[in-house]
């Protein structure tokens, strides 16, 4: 899925408080650790405080260049005001990751332009927005290779575990998807991240492993689209 | 770790004893970390009214012969100024951080390379300092160490200039103590206070920065640069790849050489023929060795690429007078710069029956 | 290298001249009838009776007492206009054994470097700040200054100063007297009372010295360069109208610091 530089690409975007920013983190350290370069960077704009929230993240064999870049192979989606500001940076082939609660699942239809179903209504002018990422508005419809990917974290975070792991959860999905991570480093990376906090509350500790754990099974890489 | 992060290890590793800072995104957790850290390793932290009072305030503090440091950006750069300025006359050290934001006025707290032409002329003088433009958290590390030995060996102004990206991102990094690598630690020589009782034991010390007549202050100026000239050849840094095939040279600093660097990899990967030069000293500027790149082939032409309209590139033309290669330019202010974007403007400039393969 | 010395006098030769003067710049360098002479005097001789020449970091303002950079027999600096209390500030954080004193006029501490004044003030830097009012911008040619009087002619205000128009002088003691921290001293002297002002500046300097807090005084100054003023009536504006508007004494003392002597 990596494209001609060889560096996998992926966006996570939320809003302020559903720990996207520890996602982008949690991604970067874990290829640290599997001895791959990796730069992690989150928007800091004037939204900072309460608004979108998108995380930047970059994993290579080689050094990696500029901290940002034009398109994601992964974009994780967790909001719905997440899925505007990101828009642009679908192309075919993006694996496009949502929570289902934020965005009702997609209608693929070969004759729609990119990704529809906006909850029960696309709003208007989405559908075409979002194509028009991919390609001009006046070419032919958007590659329907781009690979919609929904989850019920926040659900199965509230019901099974606790609503504070929903993030754990989208980076067990995310781990899944992009392939090039090994899930026990992953869980390496929580546990540096968290250690203290673990100490404190193991409980903790053990509702995120699950979390991890249910996120890594929740999808079905293959047969996908 | 971030760029911030690395920053406020660095500093303490260098030695720097006293940080006074002014809160401005993006360095404020380079004042955070060393808020953090200084008590611990017996360093000093002092939160000012403004950026000029930060800027003074180091001034006092490496006079009496510690080594002190400030992180600013954007407006608080324009208002550091002042104190850089008495620095490069009184030829008091110090270390600078600056880690740019959008421009001009307060625009984005986010990124740009706009503050190149500020942090290497700005001031009412002839721009004497040594500016380390930095491009991955690495050298993040190793020039904000440099620069403390920089700033405390020449006693001119020294800058580290990063960007608000390299001050957010996290990548990896390896911290060492300078020691270790063999490095020496410039030390701090107090310009005032220096030990016996003045008029008994010593002649007072009086440092001015007033002239009376023109001719005292050209005398003071010609020996300053001077000894900047001196010190030139000593300080220079950069990075070059070019050879005789080369037809297009990317000309780049800062973090948008890592996309340059990159874009010129996959464009040789593809066929094309392109180098790269990156000054990593934009003051003073590595001019001899950007001629001799340019020198390697008649007909190459160069890309100056960068996040500002022109700065770079103001810098490179005046080096290159009397060349007569083409240059191209991909010029974004305030944005940053993707290594597609540069392989694109490489290769809508190459004439589609030179393209490789085409 | 930070060891305390004390020298209460200097050698035989010097003792005409205190030991803090610097004998090689004398006469100084200001107009005839100036009083940054007196309040220097004063200083000098505070200095050398406390027996801290070897720790003083004397910061000089530009403007008129930029012309002092080398008045003393201590190590000196000249700075930015309005930048010397930072500047001062600086070195005291980074070596606290430091006498820290900046020495500016009314337009560097109450205009350009207000912030300064009042932040230093507020924070209780252990410095101590000296201010020349001689009501106006005296080195430019004589400028409305934050201190110039209501009806004063100056070069910007040539049929005199209009209150409505650019507020009434500026009240700078009794400003920092309301804000600074705890162990502040602060007080406004006149070059027409000596003994008076030396006894002020050496309480400053001694609040320095016992690390109680910031310190600063005021000084009335007199510019018949600029007023266009003789002898006579440069003493009768100092003592007169000048005297109405800023009342001399002590404003915040310190416990501890009563009595100057000793």
Redesign the interface.
């Known amino acids: 899925m990596m494209d001609e530089q060889r560096v996998l690409k992926i966006i996570v975007a939320g809003e302020g408080g559903q720990g996207v920013q520890s996602i982008g983190e949690l991604l970067a350290e874990a290829a640290f650790q599997a001895g791959k370069q990796a730069l992690y960077i989150p928007n800091f704009g004037v939204e900072q405080r309460g608004g979108v929230s998108v995380a930047y993240v970059q994993i290579a064999e080689e050094a990696i260049g500029a901290p940002k870049f034009l398109y994601a192979d992964l974009l994780a989606v967790l909001s719905k005001r997440a899925a505007e500001r990101t828009k642009g940076y679908i192309k075919p082939g993006t694996i496009y990751l949502y929570e289902e609660s934020a965005l009702a699942a997609p209608v693929i239809d070969d004759q729609a332009v990119g990704i529809q179903g906006y909850e029960t209504v696309a709003p208007e002018g989405f559908a075409k927005m979002v194509g028009a990422a991919a390609a001009p508005a006046s070419s032919p419809p958007v590659d329907p290779s781009i690979r919609p990917v929904g989850i019920r974290a926040a659900q199965t975070a509230k019901a099974e575990l606790t609503p504070r792991v929903f993030n754990i959860i989208v980076l067990g999905a995310i781990t899944k998807l992009i392939k090039v991570l090994p899930p026990a480093g992953v869980k390496e990376a929580i546990a540096k991240k968290f250690g203290a906090k673990f100490r404190e509350n193991p409980e903790l500790e053990a509702l995120n492993y699950q979390a991890l754990a249910k996120g890594l099974t929740m999808i079905e890489t293959e047969g996908q689209q | 770790m971030t760029g911030n992060e690395v920053v406020a290890w660095a500093a303490l590793v260098a030695g720097a004893?006293?940080m006074?800072g002014y809160p401005i995104?993006?360095q404020n957790e380079i004042m955070h970390y060393w808020a953090r850290l200084a008590p611990h390793f017996g360093r000093?932290f002092?939160q000012?009214?403004?950026e000029?009072?930060?800027?003074?305030?180091?001034?006092?503090?490496?006079?009496?012969?510690?080594k002190?440091f400030c992180a600013t950006a954007g407006p608080g750069n324009i208002l550091m100024q002042?104190?850089i300025a008495?620095a490069e006359m009184?030829r008091i050290p110090g270390v600078w951080v600056i880690q740019q934001r959008g421009g001009p006025s307060t625009a984005?707290?986010?990124y740009s390379q706009q503050e190149l032409r500020l942090t290497t002329a700005g001031g009412n003088g002839e721009g004497l300092r040594i500016v380390y433009s930095t491009a991955?958290h690495q050298e993040l590390f190793e020039y904000t160490i440099k620069a403390f030995n920089r700033a405390w060996e020449y006693r001119f102004p020294t800058f580290v200039l990063g960007d608000?990206?390299q001050a957010?991102?996290?990548?990896?990094v390896t911290l060492f103590r300078p020691e270790a690598r063999g490095w020496t630690l410039t030390p701090a020589e107090?310009l005032?206070?220096?030990?016996?009782?003045?008029?008994?034991d010593r002649d007072?010390?009086?440092?001015?920065?007033?002239f009376n007549i023109e001719e005292e202050l050209y005398d003071r100026l010609m020996a300053q640069l001077a000894a900047y000239d001196r010190l030139t050849p000593e300080v220079v840094e950069w990075e070059v790849e070019v050879g005789p095939e080369t037809e297009v040279l990317l000309v780049a600093h800062g973090?948008?050489a890592?996309?340059a660097?990159?874009?010129c990899a996959?464009l040789n990967r593809q066929g094309y023929k392109v180098g790269y030069f990156r000054p990593i000293t934009v003051r003073p500027f590595p001019g001899a060795a950007l001629r001799e790149a340019v020198a390697a082939n008649p007909n190459l032409r160069l890309l100056v690429v960068e996040s500002a309209y022109g700065q770079l590139l103001a810098l490179v033309k005046a080096e290159l007078y009397g060349f007569t290669n083409a240059i191209d330019t991909l010029l974004k202010p305030g944005v940053?710069?993707?290594?597609?974007?540069i392989m694109a403007a490489v290769t809508a400039r190459t004439p589609k029956e030179v393209r490789p393969g085409g | 290298m930070d060891e305390k010395r004390t020298v209460v006098r200097g050698p035989a030769e010097n003792r005409n001249m205190p030991l803090s003067w610097r004998k090689e710049t004398k006469p100084h360098r200001f107009c005839p009838g100036c009083g940054h002479g007196i309040a220097l005097k004063a200083l000098g001789e505070a200095v050398g009776e406390l027996g801290i020449l070897d720790r003083v970091l004397y910061g000089c303002d530009i403007g008129c007492s930029l012309l002092s950079w080398d008045f003393f027999n201590f190590d000196s600096v000249q700075t930015h206009h309005g930048r010397t209390i930072p500047v001062v500030v600086g070195a005291k954080r980074a070596r606290p054994e430091t006498i820290a004193i900046a020495y500016m006029g009314d337009g560097g501490g109450y205009a350009i470097g207000a912030q300064h004044l009042v932040n230093a003030a507020q924070r209780g830097d252990q410095i101590t700040a000296i201010l020349a009012n001689n009501t106006l911008y005296a080195m430019t040619g004589g400028q409305l200054a934050p201190t110039t009087l209501p009806g004063q002619k100056t070069g910007t205000t040539p049929y005199g100063r209009e209150v409505r128009k650019t507020g009434a002088p500026m009240q700078g003691p009794e400003l920092v007297a309301a804000i600074a921290a705890d162990g502040a001293y602060v007080a406004r002297g006149t070059v027409g009372e000596y003994q008076q002002l030396k006894e002020f500046l050496k309480k400053a300097l001694r609040n320095q010295m016992e690390g109680r807090g910031f310190s600063f005084v005021e000084v009335l100054s007199t510019c018949p360069t600029n007023w266009r003023t003789d002898a006579k009536a440069t003493w009768a504006f100092l003592r007169g109208e000048m005297a109405r508007y800023f009342k001399v004494g002590e404003l915040r003392v310190p416990e501890p610091v009563a009595g100057g002597e000793g």
């Open positions: 004893d006293f006074y995104t993006p000093g002092l000012t009214e403004d000029m009072a930060a800027g003074f305030a180091m001034l006092g503090g490496a006079l009496v012969g510690k002190t002042e104190p008495m009184m984005t707290v986010i991955f608000g990206y957010k991102m996290r990548e990896a107090p005032v206070r220096r030990p016996g009782i003045p008029a008994l007072p010390v009086h440092l001015r920065n007033t973090i948008v890592r996309a660097k990159q874009a996959m940053g710069i993707t290594a597609e974007e």
